[in-house]
């Protein structure tokens, strides 16, 4: 059964030339959809359609087979998690609270999270050796910090779609590899995850589909076999790529196809 479904999807912002025209794809449990594109072509603008944050000029987007106007924030919410690019909130809030408002969407009004909720929070800090930021203000953290704190928000309010918009862009290699494995493994057990990244190497290391933005107002949907060449990706990113396979590790890898000679201009 598809968990989300956009069929025919279009969209402009007012008095503005569409962003993106007819996008099409499904998402099913279990399933991994890597979005990559240049700067500027749509990539956050399709996820705020995803939330109903933005209403699309025409088209239609199915959640948990229910049409996504149907449905208030609050049961959007508990569907959908949304890890937004610009999640640097000037939030007094200490980590271990601003992690709580994850389960809003799951408490009745003026309901405080209890001793469940606590530990729900308190396991992923740990899971990510982060136990010790509990207490501190959210807005005091480092960008990176900032940014599992933000992931970690979106898993702690356990959606079956977990949407993330450039969730790697702060993150340390380390944290980026660890990562990468975690949503593998949470898709393994049945989440599927949307997200955004400029580096088709991320793509290759989660498998699953592709959304390629082209620069004509399309969002091509399909395998990273027919869609992450050389040649397409060259041409989206205007700028000559590398596209090889590394036997060592069994994937692909996209490069700029830069060397190190001194230049001659
Ligand atoms: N609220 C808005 N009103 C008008 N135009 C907007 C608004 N938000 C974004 N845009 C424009 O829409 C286009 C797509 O923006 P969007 O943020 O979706 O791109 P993106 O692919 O996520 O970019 P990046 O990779 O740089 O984050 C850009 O030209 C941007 O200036």
Redesign the pocket.
């Known amino acids: 059964m598809n968990l989300l479904s956009v069929n025919q999807l279009s969209f402009a ?2 008095g ?1 030339v569409p ?1 993106f025209k007819r996008v099409s794809f499904n998402i099913r449990a279990g399933e991994i959809l890597t979005l990559l ?12 359609c995803l939330l109903g944050l ?1 209403p699309p000029a025409s088209g239609n987007i199915t959640l948990a087979s229910t049409p996504l106007d149907r449905l208030s924030r609050r049961e959007i919410a508990h569907h959908l998690a949304y890890v937004p ?1 610009d999640y640097h909130a000037a939030s007094t809030l200490s980590v271990q609270d601003y992690l709580l408002t994850a389960r809003a969407a799951y408490l009745r009004p003026f309901q405080t999270p209890g001793p469940t909720e606590i530990a729900l929070v308190q396991h992923y800090l740990q899971r990510f050796r982060l136990a010790d930021l509990a207490t501190i203000p959210f807005a005091s953290l480092s960008g990176g910090q900032q940014q599992l704190i933000a992931i970690i928000h979106g898993l702690v309010q356990q959606p079956r779609v977990l949407v993330l ?2 969730p790697m862009a702060a993150l340390d290699l380390g944290r980026q590899a660890e990562l990468i494995t975690l949503f593998k493994k949470i898709a393994a057990k049945g989440m599927a995850i949307i997200l ?1 990244t ?1 580096l088709p190497d991320h793509a290759f290391m989660l498998g699953g589909q592709v959304g390629l ?1 082209t620069n004509d107002q399309q969002v091509v949907v399909g395998s990273q076999d027919a869609l992450l060449t050389q040649e397409k990706l060259t041409a989206v990113y205007q700028t000559p790529l590398s596209v090889v396979y590394l036997p060592q590790l069994g994937r692909y890898t996209c490069q700029l196809a830069l060397s190190t000679n001194k230049s001659t201009d």
């Open positions: 912002y007012p503005q962003i594109g240049p700067n500027g072509v749509g990539k956050s603008t399709l996820l705020r933005v690019q918009d450039e955004t400029h933005f």
